[in-house]
T-cell receptor, first 111, second 117 residues
Framework: GQQLNQSPQSMFIQEGEDVSMNCTSS?????WLWYKQEPGEGPVLLIA?????ELTSNGRLTAQFGITRKDSFLNISASIPSDVGIYFC???????????FGEGTQLTVNP | GAVVSQHPSRVICKSGTSVKIECRSL??????MFWYRQFPKQSLMLMAT?????????EQGVEKDKFLINHASLTLSTLTVTSAHPEDSSFYIC?????????????FGPGTRLTVL
C-alpha cells in the first residue's frame, strides 16, 4: 500500500504566489522524485533527488531531499497558470527498485 | 529522447470482453517496463513490473490471470485486461526505464483511458 503522505491535497492560489508542498514517509527512501501530471496525461518528471540534504532547482521549481531521508519538499516560485496540474512525489528505496507515489497535490492557479 | 507511447489512448468495451493496451519505448530499449492503474482523483498504483523475456512480477492483490502482461521485445510491453468489468474502468499508465540513461528514472506513457460498459 501507499507509504508516502503528501500534503496539502489541494491548493488554490493566485498567479504570482509561491507554492510549497511536501511528502513524508515512515521509512527511508534513497531517491526522491517529483512529477507533474496534467489531465489525461502521464506524469512528467520535474526533479530527481539522490542525496540526503540535496537541494535542486529546475527553473522556478526547487526541491529538497530531507536529511533524514524520510521527507522531501517542492517549492514553485512566482506561479503561473500553466503550473496547474497534479504534483506527485515518489520515493525509491534502492537503485532500480519500484517507485512508491504520494497521493498528489492538486494545484489551481487563478490568473 | 526517452519517449514512451501507448495505444490506444482511449477504449470503450462491453463487459466480458478483453482489451489489449500497448506500451512502446520509441527511442530506447527498455528491459523493464511498469504498469500502473490510476482511479479518478487518486495516485498511481503499481500493478506489475514487466521484464523483457521473463514473466511479469505482480503486486499483491493484482490478479495475474486477469491482467496479462507480455514483454516480448525490448521496445514493447502489452497489458491485456481479460473479461473486463465496469470496475476495471480506469486510467492505465505504463512507464519504462532506459538502462543506458539511468537505472532510476522512469519515463511515463500518456496513459490509456479504459471504460467498460
Amino acid at each position: 500500500g501507499q507509504q508516502l503522505n503528501q500534503s496539502p491535497q489541494s491548493m488554490f492560489i493566485q498567479e504570482g504566489e509561491d507554492v510549497s508542498m511536501n511528502c513524508t514517509s515512515s521509512s527511508i527512501f534513497n531517491t526522491w522524485l517529483w512529477y507533474k501530471q496534467e489531465p489525461g496525461e502521464g506524469p512528467v518528471l520535474l526533479i530527481a533527488l539522490y542525496k540526503a540534504g540535496e537541494l535542486t532547482s529546475n527553473g522556478r521549481l526547487t526541491a529538497q531531499f530531507g536529511i533524514t531521508r524520510k521527507d522531501s519538499f517542492l517549492n514553485i516560485s512566482a506561479s503561473i497558470p500553466s503550473d496547474v496540474g497534479i504534483y506527485f512525489c515518489a520515493g525509491q528505496k534502492a537503485s532500480g527498485s519500484r517507485l512508491t507515489f504520494g497521493e498528489g497535490t492538486q494545484l489551481t492557479v487563478n490568473p | 529522447g526517452a519517449v514512451v507511447s501507448q495505444h490506444p489512448s482511449r477504449v470503450i468495451c462491453k463487459s466480458g470482453t478483453s482489451v489489449k493496451i500497448e506500451c512502446r519505448s520509441l527511442d530506447f530499449q527498455a528491459t523493464t517496463m511498469f504498469w500502473y492503474r490510476q482511479f479518478p482523483k487518486q495516485s498511481l498504483m503499481l500493478m506489475a513490473t514487466s521484464n523483457e523475456g521473463s514473466k511479469a512480477t505482480y503486486e499483491q492483490g493484482v490478479e495475474k490471470d486477469k491482467f496479462l502482461i507480455n514483454h516480448a521485445s525490448l521496445t514493447l510491453s502489452t497489458l491485456t485486461v481479460t473479461s473486463a468489468h465496469p470496475e476495471d474502468s480506469s486510467f492505465y499508465i505504463c512507464s519504462a526505464r532506459d538502462p543506458v540513461r539511468s537505472t532510476d528514472e522512469q519515463f511515463f506513457g500518456p496513459g490509456t483511458r479504459l471504460t467498460v460498459l
